[in-house]
Structures are given as structure tokens and as C-alpha cells.
């Protein structure tokens, strides 16, 4: 029962432009919702999180975007750089936190 | 302050054989989840352990258990051992409580668990 999706599973921008990374989820319990970045051979890192109860959180070059009644979260990065190249995760808590599949983003130079 | 530790990294078993592998929280953390990752599926949540109890626990077979000692440390078994096993286990740390569970978790580096 996947309860966060992430229907893209790569993604290619070029350097300097703007990466738009898109998530779904089904439960309405979710109330916290957080991305994480994944390089080959490491865990997960933390990137940005949001609450429910917002719609943007902003933190430097990252952004998430939360559409509540349309259960869609959003990541973007702007402006995007080679270093941002990896595997992004999509995450939603409730009483346990659930991932998405990942989208593998490539920042061309 | 020392990340999450995940022994061993590397480990290669046979059909049919249990495995347990160990992960150690940042310190002050009492919240220890795994996640099974394979190629396509993601990270799939198996169990969460909060405070020596098994908190949440995900849609995977009975052949998957886990514990958690009063230091925090917890431990994964998986029992007779298929060949779709064979994936990237995390463990993520937080410190996450029942009344405040939302909060960043942070992962260790896996252990890469291959069956042959």
C-alpha cells in the first residue's frame, strides 16, 4: 500500500535552472511532511521539512510547496546545481513516517 | 555528536539462514526505525521502536523482527532468508516521542544484505 508516491522517477535539468520535484500521498492523517536527499553508498539526509498546517517553507535554494486539498507536496530547487545531482525521497508522517519511491534528479552542467 | 551506526555494512547470506543486524542511535534519541530499500520500491517502512517497545510496524512478513535495548540500540532479524531480501537496510534515528513524534530522522549508512 504505497501512501506516498513519486511518479517520476528520474528527472534532468540543466545548471542554473529550476528543479521541480513532485510527491503524492493518499493519507489524510499526514500531518508533517519532509524531503530527503540520497547519494550512492550513504543513508539519507535530511533536506527541509513542513507541517500541515503551511503551505511554502523556504530555506535557501530549497522550497517545499504543500497543496493539502489536492494532497500534492512539492520540492524546488532554484537555482539547481551539479552537487544537487542524487536521489530525492518524499516523506509524510503520521504515526510512523512513510517514503515515496524516490526521483533521481541529474543536474547537467 | 556521532551519527547513526549500522553493522555490518556489508552481508552476504544463503537461502534459508537468519541475519541480524545492529544500529546505534545518536545519542539522546529513543526513536529507532528500519527501512527495507530496493531498487523501484523505494524506502518501505518494517517497524519503528520507540523506548524498548515496538511503536508501528509496516506490511512485511512475520519472518521480520526487531528489538530494542534500554541503551537505545536496536537490532533487526530477518528468519529463512528468500533471495527478495536481498536489499539496503537503514535505520533512522530520531527523537521523535509519542506526544511530539514529528520530527527529522536521521539515517545511517545502511547495511547492504545479499542473498545467494
Known amino acids: 500500500d504505497q501512501q506516498v508516491k513519486q511518479n517520476s522517477p528520474s528527472l534532468s535539468v540543466q545548471e542554473g535552472r529550476i528543479s521541480i520535484l513532485n510527491c503524492d500521498y493518499t493519507?489524510?492523517?499526514?500531518?508533517?511532511f519532509l524531503w530527503y536527499k540520497k547519494y550512492p553508498a550513504e543513508g539519507p539526509t535530511f533536506l527541509i521539512s513542513?507541517?500541515?498546517?503551511?503551505d511554502k517553507n523556504e530555506d535557501g535554494r530549497f522550497t517545499v510547496f504543500l497543496n493539502k486539498s489536492a494532497k500534492h507536496l512539492s520540492l524546488h530547487i532554484v537555482p539547481s546545481q551539479p552537487g544537487d545531482s542524487a536521489v530525492y525521497f518524499c516523506?509524510?508522517?503520521?504515526?510512523?513516517?512513510?517514503f515515496g519511491a524516490g526521483t533521481r534528479l541529474t543536474v547537467k552542467p | 555528536k556521532a551519527g547513526v551506526t549500522q553493522t555490518p555494512r556489508y552481508l552476504i547470506k544463503t537461502r534459508g539462514q537468519q541475519v541480524t543486524l545492529s544500529c546505534s542511535p545518536i545519542?539522546?534519541?529513543?526513536?529507532v526505525s528500519w527501512y527495507q530499500q530496493t531498487p523501484g520500491q523505494g524506502l518501505q517502512f518494517l517497524f519503528e521502536?520507540?523506548?524498548?517497545?515496538q511503536r508501528n510496524k509496516g506490511n512485511f512478513p512475520g519472518r521480520f523482527s526487531g528489538r530494542q535495548f534500554s541503551n537505545s540500540r536496536s537490532e533487526m532479524n530477518v528468519s529463512t532468508l528468500e533471495l527478495g531480501d536481498s536489499a539496503l537496510y537503514l535505520c533512522?534515528?530520531?527523537w521523535g516521542s509519542g506526544s511530539n513524534p514529528n520530527t527529522e530522522a536521521f539515517f545511517g549508512q545502511g547495511t547492504r544484505l545479499t542473498v545467494v
Open positions: 545519542s539522546g534519541h529513543r526513536s
Open positions: 493519507n489524510s492523517m499526514f500531518d508533517y
Open positions: 533512522a534515528s530520531s
Open positions: 516523506a509524510a508522517s503520521a504515526k510512523d513516517m512513510r
Open positions: 521502536y520507540f523506548s524498548e517497545t
Open positions: 513542513i507541517s500541515s498546517i503551511k
